[in-house]
T-cell receptor, first 110, second 112 residues
Framework: GNSVTQMEGPVTLSEEAFLTINCTYT??????LFWYVQYPGEGLQLLLKATKADDKGSNKGFEATYRKETTSFHLEKGSVQVSDSAVYFC?????????FGAGTRLTVKP | GAGVSQSPRYKVAKRGQDVALRCDPISGHVSLFWYQQALGQGPEFLTY????????KSGLPSDRFFAERPEGSVSTLKIQRTQQEDSAVYLC??????????FGPGTRLTVL
């Protein structure tokens, strides 16, 4: 079946530190891959996406590259800010079936 | 409206009560999805509509859960005889294409 596994948290970083949140997937067919962010008390917001192998999604300084050979879509940011504190979800969709990882809580301290 | 809206935002129910959760999708979005998000977990698929047709309800956990979208716009998720294990955030998403879903803020249901 289709599934997503992402790095368990929580992750705590200092401001301006480098961020990596690992995500790997299993899917039948050719999935599109996503990172969603959920700020406290709010719904899921699409952060970035990639629809085919080697595509790089990017937004607000975050990046993730669709790696078919390693079935991965790791999220990175070079310099995190306090405002990046949130829960991050990796997700895939294939043939209308959308699956999410369990989420990784990121806390950035000043 | 600018985005997907859901109401109520918070609902407290006594065990055994029926509840109804509403979702207003983005205007013009054909597809609508419901998800259940337990505390500390990612969203889990419940059901999917294309216009008024419910094409997939494989994620509904029991026959106490029922969803409808009679006019292909607003959708209602109904839970009958609520149980404590139904406590979760219920998310609605609408979609203009197969790859992109826009989520509402969710309804947090607490069953006492």
């Amino acid at each position: 079946g289709n599934s997503v596994t992402q790095m368990e948290g929580p992750v705590t970083l200092s401001e301006e530190a480098f961020l990596t949140i690992n995500c790997t997937y299993t899917a039948t067919g050719y999935p599109s891959l996503f990172w969603y962010v959920q700020y406290p008390g709010e719904g899921l917001q699409l952060l970035l996406k990639a629809t085919k192998a080697d595509d790089k999604g990017s937004n607000k300084g975050f990046e993730a590259t669709y790696r078919k050979e390693t079935t991965s879509f790791h999220l990175e940011k070079g310099s995190v800010q306090v405002s990046d504190s949130a829960v991050y979800f990796c997700a895939l969709i294939v043939l209308g079936d959308m699956r999410f990882g369990a989420g990784t809580r990121l806390t950035v301290k000043p | 409206g600018a985005g997907v809206s859901q109401s109520p935002r918070y609902k407290v129910a006594k065990r055994g009560q029926d509840v109804a959760l509403r979702c207003d999708p983005i205007s013009g979005h054909v597809s609508l999805f419901w998800y259940q998000q337990a505390l500390g977990q990612g969203p889990e698929f419940l059901t999917y509509f294309q216009n008024e047709a419910q094409l997939d309800k494989s994620g509904l956990p029991s026959d106490r859960f029922f969803a409808e979208r009679p006019e292909g716009s607003v959708s209602t998720l109904k839970i009958q005889r609520t149980q404590q294990e139904d406590s979760a955030v219920y998310l609605c998403a609408s979609s203009p294409d197969p790859d992109t879903q826009y989520f509402g803020p969710g309804t947090r249901l607490t069953v006492l």
